[in-house]
């Protein structure tokens, strides 16, 4: 035991000397130090160090993909679960109605309207522009009455209104020869009132009509889409003609 200790205290020694000549030589520039430890690249050896490493570097482009991956897939199942409607009509009266209401002219109306964009279901959809006219309520008439003048100018798709009076008057002077709305509008009876009637909230205002918007000679003329709905909301006009 005692032979081996002093043979490791003689090899520290070698060590000691041999390390103290390297010092030396390198102070006097006989031999090229070596890099400083902050220069020595730490190559990761176990997974949660080469993880650990990773995650270091690349933490805020991991972040970054993951909320990009995210709104994507949010985006996508909104665009595929969304309904797509094959027409739209517009519900404009002086007389505040809620979207309930509106909800079961749609649920009418679909009764004779065919799957225009082929995916197997009608569905129609009904722009609530209704609003009760008084002093009072000067703001929310201003923005239903803007909404309503957006989707005359650009909505290919809503080419049936119904209206009471008022608003049909309000309509024709939209236009200097007052031909927004094709021929006399039609008198909706008995047969919508009872089929619109909700047990919450009654019967819809009385004396509602419905019209078919002028797509020739307007910036919707040139428009297939437009003319596809044209051509529908047509056809709805004269079966509702016919079943009443």
């Keep these: 035991m005692a032979e081996k200790k002093t043979n490791e205290i003689l090899e520290e020694q070698k060590k000691a000397r041999q390390e103290f000549l390297e010092l030396k030589k390198m102070q006097h520039g006989e031999m090229k130090a070596p890099p400083k430890p902050s220069e020595i690249a730490i190559v990761p050896k176990t997974p949660k160090e080469k993880w650990d490493n990773f995650w270091f570097q690349y933490k805020w482009y991991v972040v970054a993909i993951t909320a990009i991956t995210i709104v994507i897939s949010i985006l996508t199942v909104q665009c595929a679960t969304r309904t797509r409607y094959d027409i739209e009509v517009v519900f404009f009266s002086y007389t505040a109605v809620l979207d309930d209401q509106t909800e079961k002219i749609a649920d009418y109306i679909e009764k004779y309207t065919n799957d225009l964009n082929g995916d197997g279901e009608v569905n129609v959809l009904v722009l609530n522009c209704s609003f009760t006219d008084s002093s009072s309520n000067s703001q929310y008439k201003y923005t239903v009455l803007t909404k309503l003048q957006v989707t005359i100018a650009g909505d290919q798709n809503a080419i049936l209104y119904i209206t009471d009076d008022a608003a049909y008057d ?12 094709e021929g006399e509008p039609y008198p909706l009876g008995e047969d919508f009132y009872k089929e619109t009637e909700t047990e919450e909230f009654g019967s819809l205002p009385e004396g509602l009509k419905i019209s078919c918007r002028r797509v020739g000679g307007t910036t919707l003329e040139k428009s297939k889409d437009a003319e596809t709905a044209y051509n529908e909301s047509k056809k709805i006009l004269e079966s509702l003609k016919n079943a009443g």
Excluded at 170 to 181: A, F, I, N, P
């Design 170 to 181: 309000y309509l024709k002077q939209l236009s200097d020869d007052g031909g927004l709305l």
